[in-house]
């Protein structure tokens, strides 16, 4: 007695590709929050970087924590929806206290603050809390007196 197995064969395959896309699609969402997740400790690390060397709040530091050249009018948009607002910088005293950007300087810290990452995998639309990233140096004068209100940073104006 012959059995007709004309459909089998598309609904195999439609059970296996389901589960295979699946798979594909949570491999690549992973790959995308690590990118993520590690471009935003990289921002903390330039940032805090640039901050130890150049005056309180200088224009360039923003620009240059997001890969972007210190007198460019934008920096290059690496993360979706990151904005100036989510990167926050303290300048802290010897006991790392914050100064409010008043000398003495000892300390710079780069954080981001409230990033929120777009899950991009079809059907689910979530938004994931980043973790808190953060980054201390100590600055440095690079040869400038403490408080000289001349002071450039990568040849650019405040």
Not at 10 to 28: C, H, K, P, R
Not at 46 to 63: D, Q, T, W
Not at 113 to 133: A, E, W
Not at 137 to 143: A, H, I, M, R
Request: charged share 15%; with cysteine; hydrophobic share 45%.
């Amino acid at each position: 007695m012959k059995h007709s197995q004309s459909g089998l064969t598309t609904i195999e395959f439609a059970m296996v590709a389901g589960a295979f896309f699946l798979m594909l699609f949570a491999m690549i969402e992973v790959a995308r929050a690590g990118f993520v997740w590690n471009t935003l400790d990289t921002v903390t690390r330039r940032a805090a970087r640039v901050a130890a060397v150049c005056p309180p709040n200088h224009s360039a530091i923003y620009k240059v924590a997001l890969f972007g050249s210190a007198d460019s009018a934008e920096p290059p948009s690496l993360l979706s929806g990151f904005t100036q607002a989510n990167l926050k910088l303290e300048y802290l005293d010897e006991d790392f206290d914050a100064t409010g950007g008043s000398f003495p300087i000892a300390f710079v810290r780069a954080s981001v603050v409230d990033y929120q990452h777009k899950v991009l995998i079809p059907g689910l639309g979530r938004v994931l809390d980043t973790p808190s990233f953060s980054t201390t140096l100590p600055v440095e004068s690079l040869g400038y007196q403490l408080g000289q209100a001349d002071r450039t940073c990568f040849g650019t104006s405040n």
